[in-house]
């Protein structure tokens, strides 16, 4: 992942961040991996769905499944479906040529397997309402980047590249609200080995909190998105889909 989240977090303090890795017995590398597994979720649920709303949007395709009888119902379960199996497929991606690169990782036991899919599960149903009810506030394609800069910058502070506690704890407090940290503890508490643990806030994987938080981001995406969707629903209509083409066109 190379983005400008990356950046600021080399710039940050590398070397402090490496100290504590060293600390334990495996490599920076292989501390990583889990984490990028966690934030990858936030970034595609969240670009993912806001990014297919504005472009349904755009070309009509929102309208349509208005216009049709529980078509919105349908639109919504097939996007949630295609997105969780896209979701699903990029973290298999990343995740199957990692256990080959990086052997410290802790698969051998069926019980990180269950936790994987649980901290997936719940980091799904927790950035995709997210997504849908920020990409319903969207009015144009190009403003997703500044959507994402926000997300970018939480990868910056969450302790994806390196542990958090190399933060101040003011930061730390920040980023423990929303569920990038969340999702890359839980995902490296269940691929990274115990002797990990000495690294994190507390010296635990907090099990429960990152289950708490997790649910509370998902009952907040999921009361707000369906009240943002049902009124960017009754805004659409033939006239405005063909004012943002026109606009479109005069851009281009």
């Given at each position: ?144 980047g500044l959507v994402m800069l926000p997300v970018t910058g939480l990868a910056a502070i969450s ?94």
């Amino acid at each position: 992942m190379r983005s400008a989240g990356d950046v600021a977090v080399l710039g940050t303090d590398p070397a402090r961040g490496g100290e504590d890795w060293r600390a334990t017995s495996f490599s920076l590398g292989t501390a990583t991996v889990p984490s990028v597994l966690g934030a990858g979720i936030v970034f595609n649920g969240i670009s993912g769905a806001a990014g297919n709303l504005v472009i349904d949007r755009e070309d009509g395709t929102l309208l349509r499944a208005k216009a049709t009888p529980n078509g919105m119902l349908g639109y919504l379960i097939g996007k949630v479906v295609s997105l969780s199996l896209m979701q699903v497929s990029a973290l298999l991606v990343t995740l199957v040529p990692s256990l080959i690169l990086f052997p410290g990782l802790a698969t051998g036991h069926l019980s990180a397997w269950l936790r994987l899919l649980w901290v997936l599960a719940l980091g799904l149903i927790a950035t995709l309402p997210l997504g849908a009810g920020i990409g319903s506030l969207i009015r144009e394609p190009r403003s997703m980047g500044l959507v994402m800069l926000p997300v970018t910058g939480l990868a910056a502070i969450s302790g994806i590249f390196y542990p958090i506690t190399a933060l101040p704890v003011w930061v730390q407090d920040i980023a423990q609200v929303f569920p990038m940290y969340w999702l890359g503890l839980g995902m490296r508490s269940a691929l990274l080995p115990d002797s990990a643990v000495v690294v994190e806030v507390g010296q635990s994987w907090r099990p429960w909190w990152t289950l708490g938080v997790l649910v509370v981001w998902a009952v907040i995406g999921l009361a707000l998105a369906p009240v943002l969707l049902r009124r960017m629903a009754r805004k659409e209509s033939g006239s405005s889909v063909a004012a943002r083409r026109e606009r479109a066109l005069q851009r281009v």
